[in-house]
């Protein structure tokens, strides 16, 4: 575990932006996706400050795993949570929290449909589906809908808990990406030919993230945000602009400079001895790929204060070398931010690391104390 390098969560900051989405959409329930350990951000944590202090009553994780970590986590709460792909349906245990700790598999595939119409254990189960309507990866296939409605109907139910399905091409534009047109339609489809055939349909949802940013999804009854209300939008660079989301970024990636030296242009530095852009001081800080600052952070441009700094050389397993300006006054003990609330400085990381927000917060390990504050 590291002491002086740290990921700082600004729980304020995360009510502002949840205070922001409900301004936006003011209609929809939220199902706050918190897979990936909420995103590298500690999943027991931000949970627990967004049922007990945001009221938000659903989440949404990967696998039952996950859910079952988080139920174990706090179970004194209340709150539904969704599983989303990785469901273990017909697995004992599994079986129980499915029953047993109001954890939701989404149904994505026939197997698992016939597994739980099929077995009396869990004709109580609400049923969630999701539907593949373009995504081509999990989901039942949206020109099979009638099949699907006779078997639900065999079976002597009538109604779905949830209807759902997920955009490909979100970080897109919603209203001229011929993906994200079809989507839509066949979504709408979908649920016309289910209440054509007389079964209820209690919720729905469509919008993630990059749904939400452009203002589609509103009409469905919930809402699936994730990356957003950790900050970052997630659209692509050339339709940021059109962003209704001005969120800040939840996080701080705090470390410490634990040793300074002056070089000179040329000079090898470290692993690969890679010589040094320019004359200036060199700051070893805290951070390797140990803790998830890959190697894609080789050259990338950072900020010190109002100085433009630079990562120089191969970055380590425990360390990373920052160029500083010749003229800094950085010293040894001096703290270091990768990345702060401000936005834009953190799309900048992502352009030059070549990534993308998600994989920056969820490549951040275990060594990396999540350490939180509230105003
Ligand atoms: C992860 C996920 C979301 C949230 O996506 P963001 O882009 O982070 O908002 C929504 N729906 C499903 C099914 C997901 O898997």
């Not at 989405?21 to 918190?34: A, G, S, T, Y």
């Amino acid at each position: 575990m590291r002491y002086s390098s740290r990921l700082h969560i600004d729980l304020s900051i995360f009510a502002e932006n949840v205070e922001k989405l409900r301004k936006l959409c003011p209609q929809n329930e939220i199902i706050f996706m918190v897979k990936a350990n909420a995103y590298g951000h500690g999943v027991a944590s931000i949970v627990q400050f967004s049922n007990n202090e945001l009221g938000i009553r659903e989440f949404g994780c990967a696998s039952v795993g996950e859910a079952i970590y988080l139920r174990k986590k706090l179970p004194m709460n209340k709150f539904d949570i969704y599983v989303f792909s990785e469901l273990n349906l017909g697995i004992e245990n599994f079986n129980l929290a499915y029953l047993n700790q109001r954890i939701l598999p989404v149904l994505n595939c026939d197997k698992d449909l016939d597994f739980v119409l099929g077995s009396s254990d869990f004709d109580k189960l609400p049923i969630c589906l999701k539907f593949n309507t373009g995504m081509n990866r999990l989901g039942f296939d949206y020109q099979k809908v009638d099949e699907l409605i006779k078997k639900i109907k065999q079976s002597g139910r009538n109604s779905i808990y949830h209807l759902m399905t997920h955009f490909s091409s979100a970080s897109l534009s919603m209203v001229k990406n011929k993906k994200n047109i079809e989507q839509r339609a066949r979504f709408a489809e979908i649920k016309s030919t289910f209440k054509a055939a007389g079964i209820s349909v209690e919720k729905t949802s469509i919008a993630n993230s990059g749904a939400l940013e452009q203002g589609i999804g509103h009409e469905e009854s919930h809402i699936r945000p994730g990356l957003m209300l950790y900050g970052p939008s997630s659209l692509a660079p050339q339709i940021q602009e059109k962003s209704l989301w001005n969120g800040r970024l939840i996080s701080r990636l705090e470390t410490q400079i634990i040793k300074t030296f002056p070089v000179t242009k040329g000079q090898p530095i470290g692993y690969g001895a890679t010589p040094a852009f320019e004359k200036g001081i060199i700051g070893i800080i805290s951070l390797g790929y140990g803790d998830g600052f890959t190697n894609n952070f080789q050259s990338v441009y950072l900020k010190h204060g109002n100085s433009k700094v630079r990562v120089v050389g191969r970055v380590n397993m425990d360390m990373a070398q920052i160029l500083f300006p010749e003229d800094s006054t950085v010293i040894e003990g001096d703290l270091f931010e990768v990345w702060s609330d401000d936005s834009d400085l953190f799309q900048k990381i992502c352009h030059q690391t070549k990534t993308i927000p998600y994989e920056i917060f969820c490549q951040l390990t275990s060594r990396i104390p999540r350490v939180y504050s509230i105003k």
